[in-house]
């Protein structure tokens, strides 16, 4: 690539929080985004050069989409693999990372069935397609057992923890099981959650600082590096990263959610939860944290630059400005002057028209000196209030 006013633009499927970083961190590079969405004014919107509106799957808005740009990447899940892969046979403009990847990973039963026949470790599962696979899957893998929908879910929304065989009918009922099916792990004792920002590049892959994530009601809310782990199994969820990383295809960032189990005959293991195909929550705190952030990563690599520098800067720490509200509102955040006069305080606004209960509105980071300030990115997050 040169450096020249009509330098590469990538087209994004999906213009929210993702995709609005994607952005700012695409500008210094030179490289410009256009993102479709079906929100007019998403959260991307102000920052892309172009909003196109339409649906993640819809046809007419992917092809416009992809007729406009030099690559074509996705920042949802729900981007459609299938349509991807149509219109990119037809205008000749590359997917990253490549569909068919996206297609494995929307599918938690396929998604598990393809990394456990790959040998990389993860909790063991069974399909459930009804009460009856999901009693006799309980008995095999020992109550409770988590279910989840085989596709659709995010922010836990689509999992359950399942106590016993009489409960089986209602979870399925809850994750909304019906129509695609279900899949049940057994249920992690984990001594913490871990994730790791792995890229892949045109010849080079490169992993991130391994993340430790505190989930609360299985949704994110804080993320710190270094982990309060040891170098060992630090180097151990690297190396199950390293594995994953083999097993996909197409360049671009992914965020690779991890579990830590304590082990009484030797050292903790590493088991894979999931794999999400694009820049991940779990590595915004990046953004300060390294040399080079995800987002800066993921458009390196999907354009087909030689990856950045993964370095950490410093211990760092990340929480979510989670909607507190009951019921949807406008947005409106209050304690900004407080929050900001705090030193070392950075904070990102996501542009979100209206706030949710639980909904991800914005985060803030901070990067400390000598270990990763968790308590004080939980006290700024205190003082916001909607
Ligand atoms: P997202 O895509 O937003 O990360 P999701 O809805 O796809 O979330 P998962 O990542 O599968 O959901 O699960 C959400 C959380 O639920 C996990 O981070 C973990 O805290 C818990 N969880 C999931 N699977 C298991 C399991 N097998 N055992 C124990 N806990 C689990
Ligand atoms: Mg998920
Ligand atoms: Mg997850």
């Known amino acids: 690539m040169h450096l020249s006013a009509d330098s590469p633009t990538v087209g994004v499927v999906g213009g929210g929080q993702l995709g609005r970083m994607l952005a700012e961190a695409a500008s210094p590079l030179g490289v410009q985004l256009v993102v479709s969405d079906p929100t007019p004014n998403c959260p991307a919107n102000h920052v892309a050069r172009e909003q196109l509106v339409g649906e993640f799957d819809d046809y007419d808005t992917l092809r ?11 920042e949802i899940e729900l981007a459609d693999p299938d349509t991807l892969d149509a219109v990119s046979e037809e205008t000749g403009t590359p997917v990253h990372p490549a569909p068919e990847t996206l297609r494995t990973i ?11 026949e790959a040998g990389v470790p993860l909790p063991a599962f069974r ?7 999901l009693r006799a899957a309980g008995d095999e893998l020992g109550w409770p057992v988590m279910v989840k929908a ?55 892959t490169a992993t991130f600082p391994v993340t430790e994530t505190v989930q609360r ?24 990263a390293r594995s994953v990383l083999a097993e996909l295809d197409g360049r671009g960032v992914f965020g690779i959610e991890l579990f830590e189990r304590e082990r009484a005959d030797g050292p903790n293991e590493i088991l894979l939860n999931e794999v999400a195909p694009r820049p991940h929550n779990s590595g915004h705190w ?21 990856l950045g520098s993964t370095r950490r800067r410093g211990p760092t720490a990340s929480a979510n400005i989670l909607g507190t509200v009951s019921e949807p509102a406008r947005a409106r955040l209050t304690g900004v002057e407080d929050a900001l ?34 308590s004080t990115v939980r006290d700024v997050v205190e003082t916001l209030q909607f």
């Open 106 to 116: 929307q599918d938690k039963l396929v998604q598990n069935e393809s990394f456990a």
């Open 341 to 374: 006069a705090l030193a070392d305080t950075h904070l990102h606004w996501y542009g979100k028209q209206e706030v949710r209960p639980l909904r991800k509105m914005g985060h803030v980071t901070i990067v400390g000196e000598t270990e990763p300030p968790l």
């Open 127 to 133: 399909r459930v397609d009804d009460a009856d696979d």
């Open 150 to 204: 085989r596709t659709g879910g995010y922010d836990g929304r689509g999992n359950v923890p399942v106590e016993s065989p009489e409960d089986a009918a209602d979870a399925l009922a809850e994750v909304g099981a019906g129509e695609g099916g279900a899949v049940a792990e057994e249920l992690v004792d984990f001594e913490r959650e871990l994730a790791v920002i792995g890229a892949r590049g045109a010849d080079e």
């Open 286 to 306: 990046t953004i300060e944290g390294c040399v080079t952030s995800q987002f800066e990563q993921h458009v390196r690599g999907v354009v087909g630059l030689p």
């Open 217 to 240: 009601e299985e949704i994110l809310r804080e993320s710190l590096s270094p982990a309060r782990t040891d170098e060992a199994t630090r180097e151990r969820a690297h190396e199950v």
């Open 64 to 74: 416009s989409l992809a007729e406009r740009v030099d690559v074509l990447t996705y």
